[in-house]
């Protein structure tokens, strides 16, 4: 039976502890000391958000499947159909959070839930994995990094290219490209060039309807609770589910959907995890308040003198994607440093990194790409949309991450949430 909707955050905190009190929701491998793991011990985890991408996410190695939770009927029942026995269905993603036996829940919510479920998920003793991008607003992601630096929990986003994978567009992993950055073979200040080269136009044009006329709401959908945190608005199927991502209130149309997967791994190979860009320019349309809509070009400078170009026209076409003082570098490992493949071979490789979940939960051991590093890849994203939004230069203060003196802008650093739902 679904959780009374009447339940505030507060109280929904205070019964999560006297539960975790009675009921020991810390698993044995923790109770065993570090890397301790029972012969019998599995990871157990619940996905919240079944209606797309958190059907791709039912299993992975090293854990077994005990929750689903979805607003939608439909989506919840096709996800329990899939799942197979065992597995309980929810339409309240509190009611997933107060089982003692869910090691981790998996978040695959439209962005404007990420940070508020994964907070509460914390705070109840789960590790969480993530999609993208992490949250919404920078503030979000700011009270993420601290509720999970708090409650010493493992944290996840999913997007994996800075370890894993082939990089959109690039023909090659990017580990070499790091090499080569990490050792100065291309110098320093370092341009990144993002462009339809390296795939960045797909989905560029995820827009979001200006004029909708309202419809009833669909029997099988709690629309109220979709919102959730998010402004009320009437109801149009454009506003929900596929494609959610094209309104300002949820997500940030194509750049909020893929950015994370193409800014993350610059970020790496340009040592910036621990700050950001301090000016961001962006060349748009001026845009709707409720839809977003498309753009030219985003420029990011950092106070070294770096530079990430986003090229959503590929308005600079052969450009390298990235470029400093001593050399180039273009997709598929093509450069104007001579022997660049035998002086890459030669270099160590970078610093190796905890790159399974499952491992990281059971060792208690931080994820590749966790709350900290995390947040700061998804700032970018969210730095851009303020500037899209905005139509104007901006300065970021990435020690305090707010705007200096700009009222306008720092009102898209934290924007306010529907009764009851907080921070």
């Known amino acids: 039976m679904r959780a009374s909707r009447k339940l505030s955050r507060r109280q929904f ?19 065993g000391g570090q890397g301790y793991v029972a ?14 991408m958190g059907l791709g996410h039912l299993g992975y190695p090293g854990s077994v499947l005990r929750a689903v939770c979805d607003v939608d009927s439909k989506h919840l029942a096709r996800a329990l159909e899939i799942a197979g026995p065992g597995v309980r269905g929810y339409a309240d993603f509190r009611e997933v959070l107060a089982r003692p036996d869910i090691d981790i829940v998996h978040i695959a919510t439209p962005p404007h839930w990420h940070a508020l479920i994964a907070i509460a998920a914390a705070e109840a003793g789960k590790d969480v994995w993530c999609e993208k991008p992490m949250t919404r607003t920078i503030a979000e992601g700011r009270a993420v990094v601290e509720a999970v630096r708090r409650t010493g929990r493992i944290f996840r986003v999913n997007t994996w290219f ?6 959109y567009g690039f023909g090659t992993e990017v580990k070499p490209i790091k090499k080569a950055v990490a050792n ?7 341009k990144a060039t993002v462009s339809a080269s390296t795939g960045f136009d797909w989905k560029f044009y995820w827009s979001g309807l200006t004029y909708a006329r309202p419809e009833p709401v669909p029997p ?27 309104y300002w209130d949820y997500d940030g149309g194509g750049l909020g959907d893929m950015g994370m997967h193409y800014l993350d791994p610059v970020q790496y190979i340009l040592a910036k995890d621990g700050t950001s860009p301090i000016e961001i320019a962006a060349d748009a349309p001026q845009q709707h308040p409720d839809a977003c809509g498309s753009w030219r070009r985003i420029e990011m400078r950092y106070a070294d003198g770096c530079v990430i170009v986003l090229d959503g026209e590929n308005r600079d076409t052969g450009a390298p994607f990235l470029e400093g ?15 660049l493949r035998d002086k ?8 190796p990194q905890v790159v399974d979940f499952s491992e990281a939960v059971q060792t208690r051991t931080r994820f590749a790409l966790n709350e900290a590093n995390g947040h700061r890849s998804c700032t970018l994203v969210n730095l851009a949309k303020i500037a899209v939004r905005l139509g104007r ?3 970021f203060d990435p020690e305090r991450e707010v705007f200096p003196g700009d009222e306008a802008a720092n009102r898209l650093v934290g924007q306010p949430m529907r009764t009851p739902w907080r921070l």
Do not use: N, Q
């Open 184 to 190: 100065g073979l291309l110098g320093w200040p370092i």
């Open 344 to 351: 890459l071979a030669a270099l160590p490789d970078p610093e």
């Open 325 to 339: 003082p001593e050399g180039k570098l273009y997709p598929g490992l093509e450069s104007d440093i001579p022997g």
């Open 393 to 395: 230069p901006l300065r």
């Open 13 to 31: 905190i205070k019964t999560g502890a006297a539960a975790a009190a009675t009921l020991a929701i810390v698993p044995r491998r923790v109770l």
């Open 162 to 167: 800075r370890f894993s994978g082939g990089f």
């Open 220 to 246: 099988e959908l709690d629309y109220d609770f979709w919102l959730g945190p998010a402004p009320w608005k009437p109801y149009h199927p454009h506003r929900v589910h596929a494609t959610f991502r094209g």
């Open 39 to 52: 012969p019998s011990d599995i990871l157990t985890k619940a996905v919240v958000g079944v209606g797309g």
